[in-house]
T-cell receptor, first 114, second 111 residues
Framework: DVKVTQSSRYLVKRTGEKVFLECVQD?????MFWYRQDPGLGLRLIYF???????EKGDIPEGYSVSREKKERFSLILESASTNQTSMYLC?????????????FGSGTRLTVV | QKEVEQNSGPLSVPEGAIASLNCTYS??????FFWYRQYSGKSPELIMS????GDKEDGRFTAQLNKASQYVSLLIRDSQPSDSATYLC???????????FGTGTRLTIIP
């Protein structure tokens, strides 16, 4: 089975800090995604990447950036953390864009910004 | 209109009964459909996928797709307390890397 590993399960950061969330997948997947999940709002796409060094904005990219220097690793960066970025962050990967491919999610990082 | 709509629930079903979860989507170009199960505090896990009209069965789960009505459903037979979770419907459009998710239906199985 594909494994998607997120580096931290829980994080507490202070307002204004630069925060790095790391995600690594072990099955040579082309596409990787960062979502945040909030009660009542569902999953919202922040950024995604379909190849090394390639990235595209999702629905809510403001306040975030990403980096994909290697195929297996996709990092989410909060440039200056704010309290409204307190959320569950989920990384996902998929093999490609063919219709048969769903996502595999990591276990999530619950980030609290104080 | 939201792209993918689900009744948020909660949906309560007695143990042993059939749970029926529904999802509608707005884009007629949608090509593939996925059901994810998410336990409280955990990440979503893929349980079913369907691409063609009709039914697809996997154990106690059956996914049903009706493209003409833009409707996809998930049936869970012989519901167990361990089926209590939030179920997310996701849709992929042709050639699109991204899935679009509904907000989920919370299902509770009553022993």
């Amino acid at each position: 089975d594909v494994k998607v590993t997120q580096s931290s399960r829980y994080l507490v950061k202070r307002t204004g800090e630069k925060v790095f969330l790391e995600c690594v997948q072990d099955m040579d997947h082309e596409n990787m995604f960062w979502y945040r999940q909030d009660p009542g709002l569902g999953l919202r796409l922040i950024y995604f990447s379909y190849d090394v060094k390639m990235k595209e904005k999702g629905d809510i990219p403001e306040g975030y950036s990403v980096s994909r220097e290697k195929k297996e690793r996709f990092s989410l960066i909060l440039e200056s953390a704010s309290t409204n970025q307190t959320s569950m962050y989920l990384c996902a990967s998929s093999l490609g864009s063919e219709k048969v491919y769903g996502y595999t999610f990591g276990s999530g990082t619950r980030l609290t910004v104080v | 209109q939201k792209e993918v709509e689900q009744n948020s629930g909660p949906l309560s079903v007695p143990e042993g009964a059939i749970a029926s979860l529904n999802c509608t989507y707005s884009d007629r170009g949608s090509q593939s459909f996925f059901w994810y199960r998410q336990y409280s505090g955990k990440s979503p896990e893929l349980i079913m996928s369907i691409y063609s009209n009709g039914d697809k069965e996997d154990g106690r789960f059956t996914a049903q797709l009706n493209k003409a009505s833009q409707y996809v459903s998930l049936l869970i037979r012989d519901s167990q307390p361990s089926d209590s979770a939030t179920y997310l419907c996701a849709v992929r459009n042709f050639g699109n890397e991204k899935l679009t998710f509904g907000t989920g239906t919370r299902l509770t199985i009553i022993p």
